[in-house]
């Protein structure tokens, strides 16, 4: 969005969630000197001056302290910035683009996000759906193996990632990927082994369940008939070849 109407300009992102609450406020809005205690020589302006003229980028809105809202909702009615400290006002243009995880609709409900300033900032809402919902995972996972410089993707490989949960969404999946390419080597085919911390399908757990299963129960009749492999084929009408398959979990 800020690339398509002026990339020249400034963009400031700020991860509300990311900055303690006592110093989201200096951040923002900016002070002037000796305000506080430690506070820098001459003052500063805040984030939202340094976007003046471009985009301001509020991630994680949902999380941004109460009392905060309502200096977010003057500045944004007003187009002035006062910084702590200060009565002088200072004038901003900027474009304002907000993103939360957060279900605003309850975070209103529950009082702890304004409606009012919810009303200001929505103009147009995309949603972005999880990875697991994308449908251009492919793409996703082609453009970021071609980034670590692996090689080709098993067909077996490329089903386990796109049957996973990917709660942390696109970092975990770009973790997964960079993880498999070291320990496939680069340039190298990445293989299912190479994920080594991927849930399997649920498919492929019950067929490793049966297995087991199998296995024991093969085990079991075979300590009973005191390691007499013709023995336990005979009692469990398969032949000798079946229990050493079953035993190595073939």
């Not at 200001?120 to 972005?128: A, E, F, K, T, W």
């Amino acid at each position: 969005l800020h690339d398509s109407l002026n990339p020249g300009a400034p963009f400031i992102a700020i991860n509300c969630s990311a900055i303690p609450e006592n110093l989201i406020e200096a951040e923002l809005f900016g002070y002037v000197e000796g305000t506080f205690t430690g506070a820098r020589r001459g003052g500063t302006k805040g984030r939202i001056e340094e976007a003046n003229g471009g985009t301001l980028l509020l991630d994680e809105i949902g999380d941004m302290p109460f009392n905060l809202q309502t200096r977010l909702l003057r500045v944004l009615q007003e187009r002035e910035v006062t910084r702590l400290g200060s009565s002088e006002r200072h004038p901003v243009d900027v474009r304002v683009i907000s993103a939360t995880h957060c279900d605003i609709n309850k975070f209103i409900q529950e009082q702890r996000f304004r409606e009012d300033l919810f009303y200001r900032l929505n103009g147009m809402q995309v949603h972005i759906p999880a990875l697991r919902q994308r449908q251009d995972i492919d793409n996703i996972i082609a453009k970021l193996t071609q980034r670590y410089q692996g090689g080709a993707m098993h067909p077996a490989a490329l089903d386990l990632l796109k049957n996973q949960e990917w709660r942390g969404n696109i970092r975990q999946l770009e973790q997964a990927i960079r993880l498999a390419v070291a320990l496939a080597g680069e340039g190298l085919a990445i293989l299912p082994e190479h994920f080594p911390c991927l849930e399997q399908p649920e498919s492929k757990r019950d067929e490793k369940s049966l297995k087991e299963f199998e296995r024991k129960k093969v085990q079991d009749a075979l300590d009973a008939n005191h390691g007499n492999v013709k023995a336990t084929a005979q009692q469990l009408g398969v032949a000798r070849g079946t229990i050493y398959r079953k035993l190595r979990m073939e």
